[in-house]
């Protein structure tokens, strides 16, 4: 099982900065990609941004605003966050794809309990 914990999320100011964090621990014999999520209050699940081998992918909603960047030889990921916007408002939650183990080529998915980000006008 791979286990995934963020951090960093809180209240800021419209304008402001958040960095989110994400480490991933377990058994990990090879992380594939990882990525953000995010859920506000009524509203589905939707992709924030993701990152697989380099190669980083943002929601247009984000673009410019959003970096995503990972630390390989740690299985961390980090957010981060600049220009927020009251509609930034959500629970972000930290996804991986991953093989667990050298004895099969199977990839799972895994997800953090999230962490709530709320920007205020």
């Known amino acids: 099982q791979v286990q995934l914990v963020e951090s960093g999320g809180g209240l800021v100011q419209a304008g402001g900065s958040l960095r989110l964090s994400c480490a991933a621990s377990?058994?990990?014999?090879?992380?594939?990609?990882m990525g953000w999520f995010r859920q506000a209050p009524g509203k589905q699940r939707d992709l924030v941004a993701t990152?697989?081998?380099?190669?980083?992918n943002y929601a247009d909603s984000v673009k410019g605003r959003f970096t995503v960047s990972r630390d390989n030889a740690k299985n961390t990921m980090n957010l981060t966050m600049n220009s927020l916007k009251p509609e930034d408002t959500a629970v972000y939650y930290c996804?991986?794809?991953?093989?667990?183990?050298?004895?099969?080529?199977?990839?799972?998915?895994?997800w953090g309990q999230g962490t709530q980000v709320t920007v205020s006008s």
């Open positions: 377990g058994s990990i014999f090879r992380l594939l990609t």
């Open positions: 990152i697989t081998e380099g190669t980083t």
């Open positions: 996804y991986c794809s991953a093989i667990p183990s050298s004895d099969s080529q199977l990839v799972y998915g895994y």
